[in-house]
T-cell receptor, first 117, second 109 residues
């Protein structure tokens, strides 16, 4: 079945540094990928929609300059958390929509647990 | 506005049946999804309903009533590994997913 690979699974970084998270669709081309953030015991919060070859669409309240998204190819989207702060510590999850399947079926990466110290 | 409601937590016994309800209000409708999420892991796809009725997949079934804005996920022959959060999500007219907060299902022996 369709697989989405997300890397790294865990990352610890110091305050002020930047962290890049990669999301790859392994056996299908994804023109659209989604980035979510999830706080403990809460549901997924959509941060942005990543569109191949164009700028990402950010949800209200999400800082574009802080969460940089690049969707350079049909199989890769990256999220860069710039100048990370402890409040950015969270679980970040990407997903990709598999084309030609049930409308909008999403496949999720395994998530990245970011801890900013 | 757009809204998804589902119970916060449910408890059931191993081997029993449990039904998790979800009601939704969206601008347009393009389907209802159920995902399972174990603690610390990403969600995994369980089911998709776009037409009224019951879809059965092994121990899991999902039901949709578009006129009522209502869906449920039915889990039969519960196993301890079914302890997880179950997320309901409705797709609106822009093909955006509106997520519920999830229902934490606790299975007791």
């Amino acid at each position: 079945g369709a697989v989405v690979s997300q890397h790294p699974s865990r990352v610890i970084c110091k305050s002020g540094t930047s962290v890049k998270i990669e999301c790859r669709s392994l056996d299908f081309q994804a023109t659209t990928m989604f980035w979510y953030r999830q706080f403990p015991k809460q549901s997924l919060m959509l941060m942005a929609t990543s569109n191949e070859g164009s700028k990402a669409t950010y949800e209200q309240g999400v800082e574009k300059d802080k969460f940089l998204i690049n969707h350079a190819s049909l199989t890769l989207s990256t999220l860069t958390v710039t100048s990370a702060h402890p409040e950015d510590s969270s679980f970040y999850i990407c997903s990709a929509r598999e084309p030609d399947r049930e409308s909008g079926t999403l496949h999720f990466g395994n998530g990245t647990r970011l801890t900013v110290t | 506005g757009q809204n998804i409601d589902q119970p916060t937590e449910m408890t059931a016994t191993e081997g029993a049946i449990v039904q998790i309800n979800c009601t939704y209000q969206t601008s347009g409708f393009n389907g209802l999804f159920w995902y399972q999420q174990h603690a610390g892991e990403a969600p995994t796809f369980l089911s998709y309903n776009v037409l009224d009725g019951l879809e059965e997949k092994g121990r899991f079934s999902s039901f949709l009533s578009r006129s009522k804005g209502y869906s449920y996920l039915l889990l039969k022959e519960l196993q301890m590994k079914d302890s997880a959060s179950y997320l309901c999500a409705a797709m609106d007219s822009n093909y955006q997913l509106i997520w519920g907060a999830g229902t934490k299902l606790i299975i007791k022996p």
